[in-house]
């Protein structure tokens, strides 16, 4: 999952034609290293997506304007439109991940 590392990077990659998912964390998250313990296994059931993951505390503009309020959280865009938002209340379990990305 290859880090976000500017802002204007950010900008570039939901842009994209192909359906972006972008893991929001911070270093300090316990429920963030719970979702890293399994996310590896649950990326190739979903080839079609290009993941991405950024520290929200580096970039609190961007996840204030995504409305992310809770971390960790997963959210998918597309030609720059936000498609989904899995929030940190339902990112506790590979079956609660995999559900929400199963409809995209």
């Known amino acids: 999952m290859q880090e976000i590392t500017t ?3 950010y900008e570039k990659i939901i842009q ?4 972006i998912a972008i893991k929001f964390y ?3 998250c316990p ?3 719970r979702l890293d ?3 590896g296994d649950i990326l190739p059931k979903f080839p079609h997506l290009t ?3 950024m520290d929200r505390d580096k970039f609190p503009e ?3 304007k995504q409305k992310v309020l809770g971390i960790p959280s997963i959210l998918i865009f597309s030609k720059g439109e936000k498609l989904g938002h899995l929030h940190s209340a339902n990112a506790k379990t590979p079956e609660e991940v995999e ?3 199963q409809k995209f």
């Open 62 to 64: 961007i996840a204030e």
């Open 99 to 101: 559900a929400f990305l």
């Open 26 to 28: 911070t270093t300090w």
């Open 37 to 39: 313990m399994f996310i």
């Open 51 to 53: 993941w991405y993951q």
């Open 16 to 19: 994209s034609d192909n359906k």
């Open 7 to 9: 802002a204007e990077q």
């Open 31 to 33: 429920d963030c290293k």
